[in-house]
């Protein structure tokens, strides 16, 4: 039976207002990410497939991770995030809706781009909301077709639509979904008669300590 484990990773630049400014574990995400693997060790789980996202922050929390016995993971961008900044600013200059600067704001801001976007109103995006989805779907699908239990490196934004595609979540019920992720939380799916069913999600087991009650983040 196919396992699908999806991995947010971990912090970034929170001080970012830029893609390439954002793509970068910080401190605490460099942390959490080896936390994470410590736990999975100590409690025993194994890989046999192991996956990421081609972004900076994906590779450094892989690479944080430090699992028994996989070797380095096989990059697929299929699992990128979206490029938030830049729809965001497209968003804004179309549409006069301002990029938040709050963690508050960007609770209210991500289900207002989310729909927009899919609706077909911003103009000039990297990719619509329509490739996002099927890259995300492709993707899944070509894990859920292997052997073995498999670890993706990927982002809020994916793991959100991975929800959604295989859930049939609304735009605002993945919209509130992605605001839930923790970074380093994994969220897992499982193969039922050909169709993946999402089994646990958000889980930070690693994180389940008093002295890291303030690692918990979600940006």
Known sequence: MSLITLLRHGQANTEAREE???????????????????????????????????????RETAAGLDLTGLNEPAIDPRFNEIEYFNISQLLEAQHGVAMPETREEFAAHLPILFTAWSEGKIEGTPETFTEF???????????????????????????????????????????????????????????????????????????????????????
């Open 20 to 58: 390439a400014d954002y793509d970068r574990l910080s401190p605490l995400g460099h942390e959490q990410a080896a936390w994470l693997g410590a736990h999975l060790r100590n409690t025993g789980e194994v890989f046999a497939r192991f996956y990421s996202g081609s972004l900076r922050r994906h």
């Open 133 to 219: 989805e099927a890259r995300v779907r492709d993707a899944m699908a070509e894990v859920q077709a292997g052997e073995g239990r498999a670890m993706v490196v990927t982002s809020g934004g994916v793991i959100g639509m991975a929800m959604r595609v295989t859930m049939g979540l609304s735009i605002h019920a993945m919209a509130r979904a992605c605001l839930a992720i923790e970074n380093t939380s994994m969220s897992r799916w499982i193969d039922l008669d050909g169709e993946l069913a999402l089994t646990q999600f958000n889980i930070t087991g690693h994180l389940d300590h008093p002295d890291r009650q303030f690692a918990r983040t979600h940006l």
